[in-house]
C-alpha cells in the first residue's frame, strides 16, 4: 500500500445555522466525523443528496477551509495557515474544479493568459516543475489553437477545458472535482471524463470526485464513500457498492435510480408489483 | 384514482411507485392529438433558432424532447405555450390545442387558455413562484383567475391540492414563503399549480433536473400517477435518457432546432436511427452497468444557430457523414412510427 496522499482523521465542520421557518438557530454540522484517505494516482467518489456535506468536505480536503474538529494532512502535514508561503505551496499541488466553469474564469483575459497567470503566480513559467508552455497544456486538453479565445467565446465543455488547463499548469497532485461535469451534455461530459481519465493515467494525478449523480461517480471512482447529514454511511470499491450496498441509505440511494431503459423500467416495475404483493 | 395512492407517492419510498400501468406505453399514438405543432419555425432576425418542428401528444401521452443544450427544446416548449418573448418570435407555423388554433389568439384569449388548459413547469422552482407570496395563496390564485371560484374555498382547495402532490402538513406548509421550503417541495408546489385546473396540456421543461434522485423519483411518480387519473397530455423536456426510460411514450430527439429522430420510446433506445440519437445512447453512464473504459463521446460540439453547417448540420460530428450529407436530409419514416432525419437512417459506423 502506498503512503497516502490525504488523510481525513475524524473531520467535523460545524456553520451557526441560518434558521428559518423549520429550522432552529442551532449550528449545522455539516460535515461529521469523516475518516477517508485518497492515494496517489487514485479517484474516490463522494455520492449523497443536497444538503449532505459533499462540497464542504470537498473545500476541507482542498484545504480552502479548515476544519471545526479533527485532522486533514496532505502529503503527511496539515495544511498550513491560509496565505502562509507554505500554504501558497501546498495550494499548488492541490486544485480544484467546480461545476460553474464560467465563474472560475476571468472574463477579461485570453484563456492563454490565464494559464500563464497561474503558472506566473506559482513561479513555474518555463520552470521544470511545470507541465509544460500554456499553448502545450491547452492543446493536451483539446483547446488547440483556441488559446486566444475569451470566456465567452468558448462553449460550456470548452470552458470547462480551460479550467482543467489551468488546473494542470500547476502539475497538481491532487484535484477536487465537486460537480464538475454536472451541467454538461452528456456527449461533452464523455469528453471531460475521458480527459481526466487519460490525465490520470498520464500524470498520477488523484481526484476527490463530488457529483450527485451515481453513473458519473460509478464510471470514474476506484472507491466510492456515500455522505448522508455529513457521515459517511458506506466506503467500499465502486462495483461492490452499487452491486451490493450494505447501507439503507445507499440502498434507497439506488433503488431511486431511474431506469437505464424502457424493458429495464417495466422488468423493475413488475418486480416491485410481485413484492408489494407478497406483502 | 384513489387518494391512498397519492398518499403513498407523498411519504415516499425512495423509489417510483410502481402502479399497474393503465395506459400501454408501445401504443401509437391516438387518433385525435390534444395539442399539435405543425411545421413550427421560431428565430430571430435572419436566424431560425427552432426550424420546422411538427409533432402531436395526445391524451394521457407523455413526449420526452431530448437533445444537448442549444437545440431549441425550450424555444419549442415556450413557442406552444405562446410564451415567446421579444427578439425571439415565431416566424411561422400552427399551434392547435383540440380545434383551437393557438397562434391566432389575441393575448387576453391565450392568458385565458394558459393555466386553465395548458400549463408549464420550469426547471427552477423556487424562481418562477413568487417569492413575497405564501405559497398556499399562490396556488389558489391560479383557482380564482382560472376557476373563477371565491378566494375562501380557492385557499381550501389549494391546501387541498399541496396535499395531494404529497406535501406533508399542508395546512401549515401552504403559510410557507418558497424560500422556507427545499427545491423538491417548491417543484410541488408548482406541480400542485400546474395541476389546479385540470389542464389539457401539462409542459415542463427540465422539470425534475435540480432535484436529487430521491425526490426526482418521487415527483416523476407522482406525475405519472395523476396523469394516469387525469389523461392529461404531457410534454417533458429532458436531457437525461434514463428519465426519458422512466417516463416517454414517444420521443422527439432535437439536434440544432430540428427534429432529427422521433417514435416509441422502446425503438429509439432498442434501434436509433439517427447517428445523433445513437451517439446519445452510446454515452449515457449508469450506476447499474458496468464500469470503466474510454467513453463513445460525441466529438465536438453543438453549432452555433447563425452558424451551421450547409446540409445537415450534424455532419460535423458525425461518423457517417458522405457527400450527399451536404443536403439537409429529411424528416422521413424509418420503421414503424419512428422517422428519422438522415440519408443513411439505421445504419452503423
Ligand atoms: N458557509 C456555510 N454556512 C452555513 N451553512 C452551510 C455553509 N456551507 C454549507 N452549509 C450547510 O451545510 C450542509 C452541507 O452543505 P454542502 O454544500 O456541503 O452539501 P452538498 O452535499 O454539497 O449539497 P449539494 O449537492 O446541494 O451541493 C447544508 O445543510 C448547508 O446548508
Ligand atoms: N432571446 C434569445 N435571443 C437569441 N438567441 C436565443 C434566445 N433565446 C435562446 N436563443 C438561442 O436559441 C437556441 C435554442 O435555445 P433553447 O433555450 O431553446 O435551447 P435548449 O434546447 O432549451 O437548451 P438547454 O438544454 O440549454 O436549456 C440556442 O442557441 C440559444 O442560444
Ligand atoms: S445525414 Fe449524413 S451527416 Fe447527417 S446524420 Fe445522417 S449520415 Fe450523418
Ligand atoms: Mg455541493
Ligand atoms: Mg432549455
Redesign the pocket.
Same mark, same amino acid.
Given at each position: 500500500m502506498t503512503v497516502p496522499l490525504l488523510v481525513l482523521a475524524d473531520v467535523s465542520?460545524h456553520?451557526?445555522?441560518?434558521g428559518g421557518l423549520f429550522r432552529t438557530g442551532e449550528a449545522? @454540522?455539516?460535515?461529521d466525523g469523516v475518516d477517508l484517505e485518497l492515494h496517489p494516482g487514485e479517484t474516490l467518489g463522494?455520492v !449523497?443528496?443536497? !444538503? /449532505?456535506?459533499? /462540497?464542504? @468536505? !470537498?473545500?476541507l480536503a482542498s484545504g480552502i477551509?479548515r476544519p471545526s474538529t479533527g485532522k486533514v494532512a496532505f502529503q503527511g502535514e496539515p495544511y498550513a495557515p491560509i496565505g502562509s508561503p507554505a500554504w501558497r505551496r501546498q495550494r499548488r499541488s492541490v486544485q480544484v474544479v467546480f461545476q460553474n466553469p464560467s465563474q472560475a474564469l476571468d472574463p477579461r483575459l485570453s484563456i492563454t493568459a490565464q494559464v500563464r497567470g497561474a503558472m506566473d503566480a506559482h513561479g513555474l513559467t518555463g520552470g521544470k516543475a511545470s507541465a509544460g508552455s500554456p499553448a502545450a497544456i491547452l492543446a493536451r486538453v483539446g483547446l488547440e489553437g483556441l488559446g486566444r479565445r475569451y470566456p465567452h467565446q468558448l462553449s460550456g465543455g470548452q470552458l470547462q477545458r480551460a479550467v482543467i488547463a489551468r488546473a494542470l499548469s500547476l502539475s497538481p497532485d491532487l484535484i477536487v472535482c *465537486?460537480?464538475a461535469v454536472s451541467a454538461l451534455d452528456v456527449s461533452v461530459q464523455a469528453q471531460i471524463l475521458n480527459l481526466l481519465q487519460d490525465l490520470q493515467a498520464e500524470l498520477g494525478v488523484a481526484y476527490l470526485f463530488?457529483s450527485?449523480d451515481l453513473g458519473v461517480v460509478r464510471h470514474v471512482s476506484h472507491r466510492i464513500a456515500v455522505?448522508q447529514h !455529513?457521515r459517511i454511511v458506506e466506503t467500499g470499491a465502486a462495483g461492490d457498492v452499487f452491486a451490493s450496498p450494505r447501507d439503507a441509505y445507499t440502498q434507497a440511494l439506488i433503488a431511486a435510480l431511474p431506469a437505464a431503459s424502457p424493458a429495464a423500467r417495466r422488468a423493475r416495475d413488475a418486480r416491485r408489483r410481485l413484492e408489494l404483493a407478497k406483502v | 384514482m384513489t387518494a391512498a395512492v397519492l398518499t403513498k407517492v407523498g411519504v415516499g419510498s425512495a423509489g417510483a411507485l410502481p402502479v399497474e400501468p393503465t395506459i400501454d406505453p408501445a401504443r401509437a399514438p391516438a387518433a385525435t392529438p390534444v395539442l399539435a405543432i405543425e411545421g413550427l419555425t421560431v428565430g430571430t432576425g435572419a436566424v431560425d433558432l427552432v426550424i420546422d418542428v411538427s409533432f402531436e401528444v395526445a391524451a394521457g401521452e407523455t413526449l420526452c424532447l431530448v437533445g444537448e443544450s442549444g437545440c431549441g427544446k425550450s424555444l419549442t416548449c415556450l413557442a406552444a405555450m405562446g410564451l415567446l418573448a421579444e427578439p425571439v418570435r415565431r416566424k411561422s407555423g400552427s399551434v392547435r390545442l383540440g380545434a383551437t388554433e393557438l397562434t391566432s389568439l389575441d393575448d387576453r384569449r391565450l392568458r385565458d387558455i394558459r393555466g386553465r388548459d395548458m400549463a408549464m413547469i420550469f426547471q427552477d422552482p423556487v424562481a418562477s413562484l413568487n417569492p413575497v407570496q405564501r405559497v398556499g395563496r399562490q396556488v389558489a390564485e391560479a383557482l380564482v383567475v382560472h376557476e373563477g371560484i371565491a378566494m375562501r374555498s380557492a385557499m381550501r382547495r389549494a391546501v387541498e391540492l399541496l396535499g395531494r402532490v404529497g406535501i406533508a402538513r399542508p395546512n401549515e406548509r401552504a403559510n410557507a414563503y418558497p424560500h422556507q421550503l427545499s427545491g423538491g417541495m417548491c417543484q410541488r408546489v408548482m406541480i400542485a399549480m400546474a395541476l389546479a385546473c385540470r389542464p389539457k396540456v401539462i409542459v415542463a421543461d427540465e422539470a425534475t433536473t435540480a432535484l *436529487?434522485v430521491t425526490t426526482q423519483a418521487q415527483i416523476l411518480a407522482l406525475m405519472k400517477t395523476l396523469q394516469d387519473e387525469t389523461g392529461t397530455a404531457m410534454i417533458f423536456v429532458t436531457h437525461d435518457l434514463s428519465v426519458v426510460a422512466e417516463i416517454a411514450d414517444r420521443v422527439a430527439v432535437m439536434y440544432s432546432g430540428r427534429i432529427v429522430e422521433t417514435g416509441p420510446v422502446d425503438a429509439l433506445f432498442d434501434h436509433p436511427a439517427h447517428p445523433y440519437t445513437r451517439g446519445l445512447m452510446d454515452c449515457r453512464l449508469h450506476a447499474l452497468s458496468a464500469a470503466g473504459g474510454r467513453l463513445a463521446a460525441i466529438g465536438g460540439t453543438v453549432p452555433r444557430p447563425s452558424a451551421r453547417p450547409v446540409g445537415c448540420a450534424f455532419r460535423p460530428r458525425c461518423p457517417r457523414a458522405e457527400e450527399r450529407c451536404e443536403m439537409v436530409p429529411e424528416l422521413k419514416p424509418f420503421a414503424g412510427s419512428q422517422s428519422a432525419a438522415c440519408h443513411f437512417p439505421g445504419s452503423a459506423r
Open positions: 465542520r456553520y451557526r445555522g441560518k449545522v @454540522l455539516a460535515v463522494i !449523497g443528496e443536497s !444538503g /449532505s456535506g459533499k /462540497s464542504t @468536505l !470537498g473545500r477551509e *465537486d460537480e463530488i450527485h455522505m !455529513g | *436529487d
